[in-house]
C-alpha cells in the first residue's frame, strides 16, 4: 500500500494514517450509556474510505449518539472509535481537522449572515481568508444559494438553511462528512435537491459520507452500504441492494378465498417457490394454521426465481387448488421488509 | 483501555499547537459576537439606555437634593462609577446570555466539534461580554464628563479606572457564564440575573457614601465587590479620600475576578460533559 501524505491547517507534512487501515471510520465495542439508558451498546462499525454509509433506524435507535460519539462531542463509556485513522477519544482535534459536521437541529446564527457564517466556520479552522472566498463561491454555487448569501438566516426559508449548513460542513473540505438526519422536515423538492448535491459532491470528489436517516427511500437511494440501527445495536448491514435481495426474489400476492389448508400443501410441494406466509386480506401480520376459516386473504408467495415466469403457473396451481384468486400483485421488497425482518417492527417513513 | 477512554480532551491544554488553536478560537467566537453586536443597533441603545437614564434622572433629580460632596465634588460625578459599574455588570450579564442562547439553541455544537479547545468557546464569549462592558463603560465616562463639570477627564485616571471596570466585570462574566451554563432555560437565567442586579447597586456605596449607611447596610456592604470597585474608580478619577484603600480594593477585585472566573469555568466544563445527551 502507498503511504499518502496529507497537509495539515499548519503547513505540516505530517501521515495520513488512515490510509494504511482503508477504514474511515471504524469502531469496536463502542458504547455509550445515559444515567442506566444505554444509548448505544458494544457497536462494531467498519466504513470504507470514499463510500457512503447510512445508519438507519427508527427515532430513539441510537443514531444521534454514534454521530455525536463519532464527531468527538461526547465521549464514549467504553469502546474504540477512529475516524480517519484518529482515535476520538485521545486524539479529538485530529479527528475534529478532518471532519465536516451538520447536526440534525439547525444549528446556525439567525443574526448572521449567510456569508459571515461561512468565514467564522472557515476561521476556526484557520483558512486563509482567499481560500473561505474561493471556497464559499464554490459551495454557495453548488447548494444554489448564490442570491441570499447576503441575507440574514433569520430569513432563510427552512430548505435553504439545510442547504447552508451542508455547505458549512463542506467549506473545510473534510474527509468525512457526517450528516445526521440531513433531510428531515423538508419538502419532497428539497430533499430531492440536497440528495443530488451530495450525488454530484461524490461524483467530483473521493469523501467518506455517514448519514443517518429514518428514512428508507434516501438510504436506498444515496447508500453504498446500510447498518440497520435499533436499541443502540448494530442489528444488520450490507448493501441497500445485498439486502433486499437476502429476503428472496418478488413476492407475489394472491388475494381470494377457498380451501387455504390444501392450497398450503400444494405451495410446500413446489420446488420454484421459496417461501409463503397467509395474511388476513390487508393485514399483513400471519394468520396462524388452523384460524384460516371464512374470509378474504392474502397469501404471499417468495418466489425462488424471478417473477416474470412464475405468475401464471402461481395463478393456475392456485386455481386448481380450490383457492379463487381475486386478485394478484407483485410487490418488490424494500428496506422496510428486511428491517421488519431483522427487528420484527415496521419502520414508518 | 478503559483508561485511554476516560482520558477527556475537553479540558485539558496540552497537545502540541493546542495554544494557538486556544488564540484562534477566542478570537473568532469574539469576532462572531462583535459582528452580531455591531450589526444589531437595538441591543446597544438598549444597554446604554438604562446608564444614561441614571445619570439623566436620578443623578439630576439628586444633584438638587446633594448639594455638598467631599471636596465640591458634583452628585453625578459621585454616581459615575457606580453607574458604570452597572453598565459593565449588563454587559457581563448580556454575555451570559450569549452563551445561554447559543447551548440551548444548539450552535455551540458547531464549535466543540471544530479544532479549537473548548475553553476557547467559554473564553471566546467572556472576552466578547468583556469589550462590551469596556465600550459602555466608556460610553458612561464620557456622558459623566458632559453632564458633570466637576469630572475632569485625564487620560491615566481614565485608563485606570477601566482597568478596574475590567476586573469588576471579568469577575461578574465568570459568574454569568456560570448560570448560563447551569440555566435550564432564559427564563430562570433572567430570573436569577434580576435578583442580583439590584442589591449589587444598593447594597453599595454607588449611590451613597459607605459612613451614612446603617451598619448592618455597611457590613453587607463591605461583602459586596461593587464597593470595593467604586471606591477605586472615586481614588482613581477623582483623588477622593479613600472609604477603604486602592491597595485592599484592588486586592479583593482580584480575587474576585479569578474566584468568577474560576466558578464559571468549572461550571462550563461540568456542563459540557453533558452536553450531546
Redesign the interface.
Known amino acids: 500500500m502507498t503511504t499518502v501524505f496529507n497537509q495539515d491547517?499548519?503547513g505540516k507534512i505530517t501521515q495520513n494514517p488512515a490510509s494504511h487501515g482503508g477504514y474511515a471510520i471504524e469502531t469496536k465495542g463502542l458504547s455509550k450509556s445515559?444515567d442506566k439508558v444505554k444509548a448505544v451498546t458494544s457497536l462494531d462499525l467498519k466504513v470504507e474510505e470514499g463510500s457512503l454509509y447510512a445508519l438507519l433506524g427508527p427515532n430513539g435507535a441510537g443514531k444521534t449518539?454514534t454521530i455525536?460519539l463519532l464527531?468527538?462531542?461526547?465521549?464514549?463509556?467504553?469502546?474504540?472509535a477512529t475516524v480517519a485513522g484518529y482515535?476520538v477519544?485521545?486524539?479529538?482535534?485530529q479527528v475534529?481537522?478532518n471532519?465536516g459536521?451538520t447536526?440534525q437541529?439547525?444549528?446556525?446564527?439567525r443574526?448572521?449572515t449567510g456569508r459571515?457564517l461561512l468565514d467564522?466556520?472557515g476561521?476556526?479552522?484557520?483558512l486563509p481568508q482567499a481560500e473561505i472566498k474561493k471556497r464559499t463561491q464554490q459551495l454557495i454555487k453548488l447548494v444554489e444559494l448564490e442570491d441570499v448569501l447576503d441575507r440574514q438566516v433569520k430569513t432563510f426559508s427552512g430548505g435553504m438553511k439545510r442547504r447552508l449548513e451542508l455547505a458549512?460542513g463542506l467549506l473545510t473540505e473534510p474527509r468525512i462528512l457526517f450528516l445526521d438526519e440531513p433531510t428531515v422536515g423538508l419538502d419532497p423538492h428539497n430533499r430531492e435537491r440536497i440528495w443530488a448535491y451530495l450525488q454530484e459532491l461524490r461524483s467530483k470528489q473521493n469523501i467518506t459520507i455517514m448519514l443517518t436517516t429514518h428514512y428508507l427511500d434516501e438510504a436506498e437511494r444515496l447508500a453504498d452500504k446500510v447498518g440497520i440501527i435499533d436499541e443502540g445495536k448494530l442489528v444488520v448491514e450490507g448493501s441497500p441492494g445485498g439486502l433486499i435481495a437476502s429476503l428472496g426474489t418478488d413476492v407475489v400476492k394472491l388475494t381470494g378465498t377457498g380451501d387455504i389448508a390444501r392450497f398450503k400443501e400444494i405451495l410446500r410441494e413446489q420446488e420454484w417457490i421459496a417461501a409463503f406466509r397467509v395474511a388476513r386480506a390487508g393485514s399483513e401480520e400471519e394468520t396462524p394454521a388452523g384460524e384460516e376459516t371464512s374470509g378474504l386473504f392474502d397469501i404471499l408467495v417468495n418466489l425462488a426465481s424471478e417473477a416474470g415466469r412464475s405468475v401464471k403457473p402461481l395463478v393456475d396451481l392456485a386455481e386448481r387448488s380450490g383457492f379463487n384468486v381475486e386478485d394478484v400483485s407483485l410487490q418488490r421488497p424494500t428496506l422496510n421488509e428486511v428491517f421488519f425482518k431483522y427487528t420484527g417492527r415496521r419502520l414508518r417513513d | 483501555?478503559?483508561t485511554?477512554?476516560k482520558?477527556?480532551?475537553?479540558t485539558t491544554v496540552k497537545?502540541s499547537?493546542?495554544w494557538s488553536?486556544l488564540l484562534?478560537?477566542i478570537?473568532?467566537l469574539w469576532?462572531?459576537h462583535m459582528?452580531?453586536f455591531r450589526?444589531?443597533p437595538v441591543e446597544i441603545l438598549f444597554t446604554l439606555a438604562t446608564p444614561v437614564l441614571w445619570m439623566l434622572l436620578f443623578g439630576v433629580c439628586m444633584t438638587g437634593m446633594v448639594t455638598e460632596f467631599q471636596g465640591g465634588l458634583g452628585y453625578q460625578a459621585f454616581i459615575t462609577p457606580g453607574v458604570m459599574l452597572l453598565t459593565g455588570l449588563t454587559a457581563a450579564i448580556l454575555g451570559g446570555t450569549t452563551l445561554l442562547l447559543?447551548r440551548v439553541?444548539?450552535?455551540l455544537?458547531?464549535?466543540?466539534?471544530?479544532?479549537?479547545p473548548r475553553l476557547a468557546v467559554l473564553l471566546g464569549s467572556m472576552t466578547s461580554g468583556l469589550t462590551k462592558a469596556i465600550l459602555q463603560a466608556i460610553a458612561v465616562l464620557v456622558a459623566g464628563c458632559v453632564l458633570d463639570s466637576t469630572l475632569v477627564f485625564r487620560v491615566l485616571p481614565f485608563l485606570a479606572a477601566i482597568g478596574v471596570v475590567a476586573l469588576f466585570c471579568l469577575g461578574f462574566v465568570g459568574l454569568a457564564s456560570a448560570f448560563a451554563s447551569q440555566a435550564k432555560s432564559m427564563e430562570s437565567y433572567h430570573s436569577l440575573i434580576m435578583v442580583m442586579n439590584l442589591p449589587v447597586l444598593f447594597i453599595s456605596n454607588a449611590l451613597y457614601p459607605l459612613e451614612i449607611m446603617p451598619s448592618t447596610l455597611r457590613g453587607l456592604a463591605l461583602l459586596n465587590p461593587t464597593t470595593y470597585a467604586v471606591d477605586a474608580c472615586r481614588i482613581l478619577l477623582f483623588g477622593t479620600k479613600p472609604e477603604i484603600g486602592l491597595l485592599i480594593d484592588l486586592v479583593v477585585l482580584v480575587l474576585f475576578m479569578f474566584g468568577g472566573l474560576y466558578y464559571g469555568y468549572r461550571s462550563f466544563n461540568k456542563v459540557m460533559?453533558k452536553?450531546?445527551?
Open positions: 491547517r499548519e445515559f449518539t455525536n464527531t468527538t462531542l461526547i465521549a464514549p463509556d467504553s469502546g474504540l482515535n477519544a485521545t486524539q479529538p482535534n475534529r481537522r471532519i459536521v447536526f437541529e439547525v444549528a446556525l446564527d443574526n448572521l459571515s467564522i466556520h476561521r476556526l479552522y484557520r458549512r | 483501555m478503559a485511554v477512554v482520558k477527556r480532551a475537553v497537545e499547537g493546542e488553536g484562534v478560537g478570537y473568532t469576532l462572531k459582528r452580531k450589526s444589531s447559543e439553541n444548539g450552535t455544537k458547531e464549535y466543540l466539534v471544530a479544532p479549537i460533559q452536553i450531546g445527551a
